[in-house]
């Protein structure tokens, strides 16, 4: 990070072409925002306190979205050209020497490096330096134009080509980086364009080089991290390149992934070295996995903590939840609403826990639900069991202390206690605290009618 870098973050725009209800840099990607990967890559080389960004369509949405603290913001009321943002965020930016930064919201695949790039071509032309690209097909883009020092002469734009500039291929994918000093100096020069009526930015490298601060190039080989999105199809595309690089950082970092195309990972997430990750997993939010664990095929996992030696089989849904060290989740469990396996745990098959701690060493192998609980260590809960939280009007907590055994299709109707090394026998509807040690049988008593079975098929061979 430099401390004389401000950047510059233009995210005012409505985004027509995504034909949708919502500002275009609110859409997500790879796991954050189209403007949130923008602001982490300027957060490389620039201080929260010097990134402003500039928003208009759906402001306090914007606002809301940012998530990184500092950043500061200025409104542009009406959209009326990229050099008409910048203006107004004059006020918002304090720094008016160093190096300026102007970034697009919606140029997610920018990278770090890029901009760090930028920042330390600084001195090889006075007025600074744009990043260019090459596309083997440039229709649309604005194109560059290089005088006999390699400085920028011009950038034409699509519509004013000649001829013998059509064949150019390097264009401008709006990722600037100007020395602040000359450019807040002389950006009142900016006018609006005879025919739009827009301020235009591009124009500043004219106006700049008239000035004696010539902008140079900064050629960047791979097109793709200069990707705008404009379109539900560059969001998918941008996508999969955003979760194609987390898999390559993680799998460089010593996590091996079967299958990784299929593997969705968002950016946040964390994972450990010697965890195996199987097919179709989606690691969502800020998910953190510890090492030497497992994730089984199908898993989904949102803002959840994976302690090390932690098993996971396939298909198990977890949302806001710890998996301790060496417990064992699955397959096909749910967890959710602060659910926690503690050590060693087992959670089986078809069993949700919300808002319960399952103790150490605890088990519930098998079809069960576990509301609002809070369950000891060495616990064994029956197949069938269920912890009724839920009286219509408020959600009550149920209670099983270390050593319990819950018996198979128990129903536990919360307020309840369940005591230390106490049993409660399959089938039994509890409704009362249970002493330690003791037998909780609550279920009404086998009647049992010889010959009935008999009888009944007698009478059915006589209709």
Known sequence: MRSDV???????????????????????????????????????VASPDRIVVVVGHQADKVRESVVFGGVAFAEQNEQKGTGHAVLCARQAVQARDGLLLILNGDGPLLRPETLKALAHQRGKAGGGSIVTTKLADPTGYGRIIRDEK??????????????????????????????????????????????????????????????????????????????????????AVADGILRQRKARELMLAGVTMEMPDSILIDVDVEVGIDTYIEPNVQLRGKTRIGSNCRVGTGTVLKNCEVENGATILPYVVAEDSIIRSAAFVGPFARLRMHAEAAHQAHIGNFVELKNTVLGKGSKASHLAYLGDSAIGTEVNIGAGTITCNYDGEKKHRTEILDGAFIGSNSTLVAPLTDGQ???????????????????????????????????RRAARKQR
């Open 6 to 44: 401000t950047v510059v973050i233009l995210a005012a725009g409505l985004g027509t072409r995504m034909r949708s209800n919502q500002a275009k840099v609110l859409h997500r990607v790879g796991g954050d925002t189209l403007l949130g990967h923008v602001i982490r890559a300027a957060r490389d």
């Open 150 to 235: 390699e400085n920028i002469a011009a950038i034409v734009e699509q519509k004013s080509l000649s001829a013998a500039q059509l064949g150019i291929l390097e264009v401008n994918p709006g990722v600037y980086g100007f020395e602040a000093k000359p450019f807040w100096e002389h950006i009142d020069q900016l006018e609006p364009n005879s025919v739009s009526g827009e301020y235009y930015l591009t124009d500043m490298l004219e106006i700049l080089k008239r000035q004696g601060y010539p902008v140079a190039p900064l050629l960047v080989e791979d097109a793709t991290e200069l990707l705008g999105i404009n379109t539900r199809v560059e969001l």
């Open 421 to 455: 090394g106490a049993y409660v026998g399959a089938g039994s509807i509890i409704t009362k605290n249970v002493e330690a040690d003791a037998l909780a049988l609550g279920r009404a008593q086998q009647v049992e009618k010889p010959d009935w079975a008999k009888r």
